[in-house]
């Protein structure tokens, strides 16, 4: 092909040669519903939220601290708001 | 392969049934490869792949041979279907973050790893364009017909994709400094 801007491109070809990809068996007429995608969607792995906080000193310590606060706050809320 | 895939859809459009099946184990292999390499997420490249089908079942009859291969336009079918999909989650995901799915790629060797980290590092513009031309042999043309583009935009689009991968993966020195 003229037009191929990869004909020279040997070490990209090469390169490019060594992404597989394994197909797995895909029925074609046992398509899952809606509600099972989404469930599957939400049960997946996910990251979590709080591990980019827990890589700093202060992240940790507001994650240590942050709870004992709130809870603080908290219960003196109702001295504040009914005494 | 792909002039047997217009046979078989020719013949499932007049009504054969099993030319279905055989179309379908022809070319989910490709879709699936195709949207996997774009999203590197199994389960959304399956569902897509099946998705891609159902659709073809329901307008069959849109399909007209003179506009192009078969193979092009469900790889049309399956891109699109799969950025609604994206677009779809990352709505979901501005939401709810801790959605977010966690990387869980196998780490086989570390050059393999380098070549699917410099694809998915290509931008949404550029990277159906070097999976398309490199992987599944389409043409500028019907890539142009499968994006939606110009062919002009496909060319440039090609070339940039081409200098970015080299400079991800290293060039021909590389080579002989690893031997």
Redesign the interface.
Known sequence: MS?D??KN????QS??D??H?K??D?P?HS??KRWE?FI???A??????IDPMVSTLNGIMLVKTGPVLCGAVLSVLPVLVFV | MFERADELMIAYQQGDMESLDQLYLLLKGPIYSFVYRYSRDEQLSIDIVQDTFIKLQRSKHLYKREKGKISSYLYQIAYRLMIDKLNRRKKWRSFLPFLTPSDKEEVDLADRMSVREAVAALSEVHRPIVLLFYYHDLTHEEIASVLDIPKGTVKSRLHYAIKKLKEELGGEENVSRSL
Do not use: D, G, M, T
Request: hydrophobic share 35%; glycine share 0%; net charge positive.
């Open positions: 037009q801007p990869f491109e040997r070490f990209l390169k490019l060594e992404y990809v197909v797995p895909i074609l398509r899952k995608r599957n969607y939400l997946s792995p996910a990251k979590n939220p």
